[in-house]
């Protein structure tokens, strides 16, 4: 399939790409130190030649106070702007485009010297910014003058200024925080007073050559949020000062509503898009959740936008591009929206990389070179651990033979594709299975792997990739009717009953419990998932937000736990917050700290903290207590002294580690490829 709008030919310009694909800004924890930019260039080279038509690099900041923590990424001199060359040179050598974010955080900085258009503190910072004084502004418009200016003397080929996500510019913009009453504040025109004089002092430091973007909010998604005629008339002021390319910018990192997680449908907030396009004469990018080719062409196609932003999708597949070009979508590793390696991982401070690729950003790590001595490897198991590994060997020229006892592959993953939200996970399956295709490795479905088949077929090495099984605790009344496995109830083999304990309040109790919320009322059409939020992505409401129309499910249930932490605290860092709001809008109850005691026909018996029993009346029980490793084979296959890796679940057993399992498949990889 050719995607003709997709790939076409724009002027944005300065300059003229050939095709519609913006690599989005996406900070790596790689931007800090210049002695991580030649990780960085080749990073965007790959992505330039893998066919991202114009690339965007992680937010930089113009200013000290702008920094997004103590060292974080700056700017500032020439010296600074020397180190950046190899960056823009990389992508230059490769026929690329690439411009440099500048991102100053204002009130979101993760530093005490926090600066803002006022005092008030943001929801999720620690630090009390400092409100800036008329000078003061005039110093930070200064910043990004000459920044662009430096950028420019690097080689990029333009900056995006940053003017959303609640950052220092939107700080100023939006009515929702900025309450001055000098010349940055109150008014609109005032308000808006400081994105213009940015925007045309960094159009008088660069050449005509040198492409400016401005990333606008279309939706702030925070209560008394930028009303639309703003929206619109900011636009106009920005494409008059001289912005050649609006992009989207899409609520706020303060915003009490999922943006960019897997539950939010592809491109949801489009009609913000549409909305702004129609009004302004300069091209405009459409943004969030878009990751397969047939999405991004018709948002062209149906005059959405003029561009797509995609960000975390590069991540995910370095030739997105590429393969869109030549119509191979299902060679796509497609980005499922998870954030466990990428989002998660700057807040956890470690850099980024993909779940589903492991590569991205430790290219170095992972050579790629076909082994010198191939091998004969069985890899039992076909979850994404073993179908990370059965992939990678074959790619290195290995003999692969993969087993697989049930009737499909992908193991507990095809479990995690039917949970709400988590229906993209499938993608993930679909590569694997193609590649596995495309490279003629020999699948054996329906097979339990045999030990005396393996020896007889003389195979090298085995591959324990055996997975997990659900942990059934000992418990009185277990094997009474009303409880059954989470694997029973996501596969169909049960229906849900109406008055449900979920035991156990991990990832897959959260699962567990948003599926028996939304089976009969899915949220993920795009309408569904506006409303349930409370968004108006026309942008008709200030900001974008609207009543929630929530959705309290007809089944009771209740979420328990044994610990007396807070349920869900081991969730992701920038997703447990979702799933932990979507359980409560439900009306998902709560039981900590107790220990259970028997199920019987009237329910499941506890004690509570004060040892006091309870009994909870339910007509069903929900085993989410844990998973085990699948070892049965593991003393078989040392009897038999064949080489055995142990990889995902069959190492360690551990509730969401997909991250880990198909990580494990590559390294095991390269390992047995020198
Ligand atoms: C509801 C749910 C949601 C989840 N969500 C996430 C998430 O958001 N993020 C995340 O990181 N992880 C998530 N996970 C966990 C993730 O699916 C697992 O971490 C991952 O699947 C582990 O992969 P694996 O290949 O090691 O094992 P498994 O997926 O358990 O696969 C093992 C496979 O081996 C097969 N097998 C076993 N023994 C044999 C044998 N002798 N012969 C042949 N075949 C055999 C099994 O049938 C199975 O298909 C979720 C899991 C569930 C259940
Ligand atoms: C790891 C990571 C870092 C990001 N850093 C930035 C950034 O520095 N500047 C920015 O404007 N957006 C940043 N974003 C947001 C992305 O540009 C994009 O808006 C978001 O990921 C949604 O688009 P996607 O679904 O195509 O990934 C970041 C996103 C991720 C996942
Ligand atoms: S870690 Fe998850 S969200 Fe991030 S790029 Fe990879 S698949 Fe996408």
Not at 112 to 141: R, Y
Not at 357 to 386: C, M, S, W
Request: aromatic share 6%.
């Amino acid at each position: 399939m050719a995607y003709t709008h997709l790939f076409s030919d724009i002027d944005l310009g300065p300059f003229s790409i050939n095709n519609r694909l913006i690599m989005g800004s996406m900070h790596t924890g790689l931007e800090e130190s210049p002695k991580h930019f030649s990780r960085l260039a080749a990073f965007f080279r790959q992505r330039a030649e893998g066919g991202a038509g114009l690339i965007i690099t992680g937010g930089v900041s113009p200013s000290e106070a702008g920094r997004a923590m103590p060292g974080g990424a700056a700017l500032l001199t020439q010296e600074d702007a020397q180190t950046h060359e190899v960056i823009p040179q990389a992508v230059h050598e490769v026929g690329g485009r690439i411009c440099l974010q500048l991102l100053h955080t204002g009130r979101y900085g993760f530093h005490p010297n926090v600066i803002s258009a006022t005092d008030a503190q943001a929801p999720i910072s620690p630090f009390k910014p400092k409100a800036l004084s008329d000078e003061e502004i005039e110093a930070e418009i200064q910043s990004f003058a000459n920044a662009a200016r430096l950028a420019e003397a690097a080689g990029y080929d333009g900056v995006e200024i940053m003017g959303s996500e609640g950052y220092f510019l939107n700080q100023f913009t939006s009515p929702a925080l900025n309450d001055r009453n000098d010349q940055w504040g109150g008014s609109a025109d005032n308000r808006q007073r400081i994105a213009l004089r940015v925007t045309e002092a960094v159009k008088a430091a660069v050449s005509e050559k040198f492409l400016i973007i401005y990333r606008i909010s279309l939706l702030d998604l925070v209560p008394e949020g930028t009303p639309w005629v703003e929206v619109e008339q900011l636009a106009h002021r920005l494409i008059a000062a001289g912005v050649h390319v609006l992009n989207s910018g899409i609520g706020w990192h303060e915003s009490r509503v999922p943006t960019i997680a897997s539950m939010v449908p592809g491109a949801a907030f489009r009609a913000a898009t549409a909305r702004l396009r129609d009004a302004v004469d300069v091209p405009v990018a459409v943004t969030n959740r878009i990751n397969m080719p047939d999405q991004a062409d018709a948002l062209i196609a149906d005059g959405t936008a003029d561009l797509v932003t995609m960000a975390r999708p590069w991540l995910a597949d370095a030739a997105w591009g590429r393969k869109a070009e030549a119509g191979a979508s299902d060679d796509i590793n497609t980005c499922i929206g998870c954030n466990q390696a990428c989002l998660d991982h700057v807040f956890e401070g470690k850099p980024v990389s993909c779940l589903v690729n492991p590569y991205a950003l430790h290219e170095d790590k992972f050579p790629r070179h076909r082994a010198n001595q191939t091998q004969y490897v069985a890899v039992i198991g076909g979850g994404v651990g073993g179908l990370s590994a059965a992939v990678e060997l074959a790619e290195r020229g290995h003999h692969v033979a993969l087993y697989e006892q049930q009737s499909r592959l992908g193991g507990q993953f095809l479990l995690a594709a039917r949970v709400p939200g988590k229906e993209d996970y499938a993608h993930t399956l679909r590569y694997f299975e193609h590649r596995l295709a495309e490279l003629d490795v020999r699948v054996h479905l329906n097979t339990r792997a045999e030990v005396d088949d393996l020896v007889q077929a003389g195979v090298d090495q085995v591959v324990l990739a055996s997975g997990v099984t659900a942990r059934v605790p000992e418990l009185p009344g277990i094997d009474h009717a009303m409880v059954v496995r989470y694997d029973q109830l996501l596969r169909g083999d049960v229906a849900p009953g109406q008055r449900i304990a979920v035991m156990g309040a991990g990832g897959i109790g959260f699962d567990v419990s948003e599926f028996l919320l939304h089976v009969d009322a899915p949220v993920q059409e795009t309408e569904a998932f506006l409303s349930h939020w409370g968004i108006d992505a026309t942008g008709e409401a200030p900001g974008g937000l609207t009543r929630p129309k929530g959705q309290h499910a007809d089944r009771e249930i209740t979420l328990c736990q044994r610990s007396t932490t807070k349920p869900g605290k081991k969730l992701g860092k920038t997703t447990g917050w979702i799933h932990r709001l979507q359980l409560r809008n439900g009306g998902v109850q709560h039981l900590t700290g107790i220990s259970y005691s028997h199920v019987d026909d009237q329910g499941l018996w506890y004690d509570d903290a004060n040892g006091e029993r309870h009994c909870l009346s339910v007509d069903q029980v929900v085993l989410c207590t844990g998973q085990e490793s699948e070892l049965s084979l593991a003393d078989e296959l040392a009897q038999a002294g064949l080489p055995v890796t142990r990889i995902g679940g069959a190492d360690k057993a551990a509730e969401l580690d997909a991250k880990r399992a198909i990580r494990q498949g590559v390294e095991l990889a390269v390992a047995l490829s020198h």
